[in-house]
């Protein structure tokens, strides 16, 4: 709580000293102007047109010196914007910056608001799109997971299957070798359902048949 109290009573401190400046700032302009009207008013009384000439050219002189250290103040305020986003926006991006800035008009601040939002744009774009391929790679393996998890399951399964098929045949085989016919009628039926040959047939069962054949 004290250091909150602190903190109000230092901000209205430094504002309260802010606005002292200001209006001293201000009661100087106001003087200095007052001076200058008196002293043209002096000259006009006077009839001292050239001391109005000197006057107004050096006011003129003034206002160009200071025009041209705006300009190359603004000069080199640009060259040190162009030396900063160079680099990440590259140069024909920086360039096309200026031009778009220039025909508006906005001036040195102008330039750099809007470098600074290209730079935000360039950012947020590489943002997105490293986002979606995040997403899109996850989406893939997600994707390639599934399909080899799928892959998997069909050839377990085919496994079984053809492993099941090979004990239901090697069963099959099993219990027809080890039912030997031991009557006629075992003989006859196994022959008849196509189990054994006719030259597997006992003799006596072979000689039965042709004699119904013939």
Do not use: C
Not at 36 to 52: C, N, P, S, W
Not at 59 to 83: H, I, S, T, Y
Not at 156 to 162: F, M, P, Q, S
């Amino acid at each position: 709580m004290q250091r909150a109290i602190q903190s109000v009573s230092d901000k209205a401190v430094a504002k309260a000293d802010r606005k002292r400046k200001q209006e001293s700032r201000d009661r100087r302009e106001d003087e200095r102007l007052k001076a200058e009207d008196e002293e043209y008013d002096e000259l006009v009384a006077d009839d001292d047109f050239e001391g109005i000439g000197k006057r107004e050219a050096g006011k003129r002189e003034k206002r160009k010196n200071l025009e041209n250290a705006a300009d190359e103040l603004a000069d080199a305020w640009v060259g040190e914007l162009q030396k900063q986003y160079a680099p990440s926006l590259g140069e024909d991006a920086v360039e096309e910056v200026f031009q778009e800035v220039r025909q508006a008009g906005t001036g040195v601040t102008g330039y750099a608001s809007a470098l600074a939002k290209r730079q935000r744009d360039k950012e947020l774009s590489a943002l997105k799109e490293e986002s979606a391929k995040s997403i899109s790679d996850q989406i893939k393996e997600g994707i390639e997971a599934q399909l080899a998890s799928k892959n998997l399951e069909t050839r377990d399964k085919n496994t079984e299957e053809g492993k099941s098929a090979s004990e239901e045949v090697s069963a099959k085989a099993k219990s027809k070798s080890s039912q030997t016919p031991t009557t006629d009628k075992e003989w006859e039926t196994q022959y008849g359902d196509g189990d054994v040959a006719f030259e597997e047939l006992p003799e006596h069962i072979q000689d039965k048949y042709e004699r119904v054949g013939g």
